[in-house]
């Protein structure tokens, strides 16, 4: 430890004599630095931290972040930063990092909502055979973001966590964090009120992301390629699932945006359904757009699958 923080210090000397940015104690030109591990945790430093936070994200826009790897500029990035917003059990590049860098200026967005089980990647069935999820060692669902109510508790103790690395701007950051979380009330609202009349609840999708989003609104996800979005599944759990999709009248198999849409396609194909895209908010495709308009995308494309008038 003594030999890291020697080592971020060196960082510091040399970065400070080569005339770089004014980078000290977690801030760079006054402003709290913080790394953020993907777009949703990016999307909320962005929002809570307004222009008194300068914000990276490990991720590229477009990159698919389950297995990220980081460079040594992006590990030192962590080791200089005021704070780190991540997602533990999510990308084992990040935990590494942050477990070596920077344990105490990081803040686990899993640490602050009531965690899922994996859910196998299908309604309660075991998991497949050969299923892979390095991501998943511990052996929870990583992706809470999708439900706007456990986002909204995020916003919350991100807020505080904030305004404890940088109490000159406590008071802003609360008050961005309490408009996010009105937006976010207003989105599960929007949500709970749509997705209350369909015909049809069972949600078929390649990647098994949306299982906190499913429990939300009473839906049921059955996954086809379990947590990790490049999983192969074994035929057997592709006839299964297209089997399910038969037996609950599904129309639409739906994919997502970062990975092939191969596996969605063969079942479709076999049940004569459709394929659309549920977006998992890994990443941004569309520079566009945000995590709202995002989870709006979704909700629309949801009613139109199940059924819901
Ligand atoms: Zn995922």
């Given at each position: 430890?003594?030999?890291?923080?020697?080592?971020?210090?060196?960082?510091?000397?040399?970065?400070?004599?080569?005339?770089?940015?004014?980078s000290?104690?977690?801030?760079?030109d006054?402003?709290?630095?913080v790394?953020?591990?993907?777009?949703?945790?990016?999307?909320?430093s962005?929002?809570?931290?307004?222009?008194?936070?300068?914000?990276?994200?490990?991720?590229?826009?477009?990159?698919?972040?389950?297995?990220?790897?980081?460079?040594?500029?992006?590990?030192?990035?962590?080791?200089?930063?005021?704070?780190?917003?991540?997602?533990?059990?999510?990308?084992?590049?990040?935990?590494?990092?942050?477990?070596?860098?920077?344990?105490?200026?990081?803040?686990?967005a899993?640490?602050?909502?009531?965690?899922?089980?994996?859910?196998?990647?299908?309604?309660?069935?075991?998991?497949?055979?050969?299923?892979?999820?390095?991501?998943?060692?511990?052996g929870?669902?990583?992706?809470?973001?999708?439900?706007?109510?456990?986002?909204?508790t995020?916003a919350?103790?991100?807020?505080?966590?904030?305004?404890?690395?940088?109490?000159?701007?406590?008071a802003?950051?609360t008050?961005?964090?309490?408009?996010?979380h009105?937006?976010?009330?207003?989105?599960?609202?929007?949500?709970?009120?749509?997705?209350?009349?369909?015909?049809?609840?069972?949600?078929?999708?390649?990647?098994?992301?949306?299982?906190?989003?499913?429990?939300?609104?009473?839906?049921?996800?059955?996954?086809?390629?379990?947590?990790?979005?490049?999983?192969?599944?074994?035929?057997?759990?592709?006839?299964?699932?297209?089997?399910e999709?038969?037996?609950?009248?599904?129309?639409?198999?739906?994919?997502?945006?970062?990975?092939?849409?191969?596996?969605a396609?063969?079942?479709?194909?076999?049940?004569?359904a459709?394929?659309?895209?549920?977006?998992?908010?890994?990443?941004?495709?569309?520079?566009?757009?945000?995590?709202?308009?995002?989870m709006?995308?979704?909700l629309?494309?949801?009613?139109?699958?199940?059924?819901c008038?």
């Open positions: 430890m003594p030999r890291r923080l020697l080592a971020a210090l060196l960082t510091l000397a040399v970065a400070a004599g080569c005339g770089a940015r004014a000290a104690g977690g801030f760079t006054g402003r709290l630095t790394v953020t591990a993907f777009y949703p945790l990016d999307f909320l962005k929002r809570i931290g307004g222009d008194t936070v300068s914000v990276t994200d490990l991720t590229k826009p477009g990159a698919e972040p389950h297995d990220v790897e980081l460079n040594p500029r992006q590990v030192g990035r962590i080791a200089d930063a005021g704070l780190i917003v991540y997602l533990h059990g999510f990308q084992p590049a990040v935990d590494d990092a942050v477990d070596q860098e920077a344990k105490d200026r990081a803040f686990d899993a640490s602050v909502v009531a965690l899922l089980p994996l859910a196998d990647g299908t309604d309660g069935e075991p998991e497949p055979p050969g299923a892979d999820h390095p991501e998943t060692a511990n929870m669902d990583p992706h809470v973001w999708l439900d706007p109510v456990r986002f909204a995020i919350d103790r991100l807020a505080e966590r904030l305004g404890r690395a940088d109490p000159a701007h406590a802003a950051y008050a961005r964090a309490a408009g996010v009105r937006e976010l009330d207003a989105l599960n609202a929007e949500f709970a009120a749509q997705l209350s009349t369909c015909r049809r609840h069972e949600l078929v999708t390649s990647h098994s992301a949306f299982n906190y989003l499913a429990t939300r609104y009473g839906l049921t996800q059955i996954g086809i390629t379990g947590i990790s979005p490049e999983a192969e599944p074994s035929p057997q759990r592709l006839g299964q699932v297209a089997a999709a038969r037996a609950t009248g599904t129309t639409t198999i739906f994919f997502e945006t970062l990975v092939s849409p191969k596996v396609e063969t079942i479709a194909r076999e049940v004569g459709r394929t659309a895209v549920l977006d998992p908010l890994e990443g941004l495709t569309d520079p566009g757009a945000d995590y709202f308009s995002v709006r995308g979704n629309a494309a949801l009613t139109a699958a199940l059924g008038p």
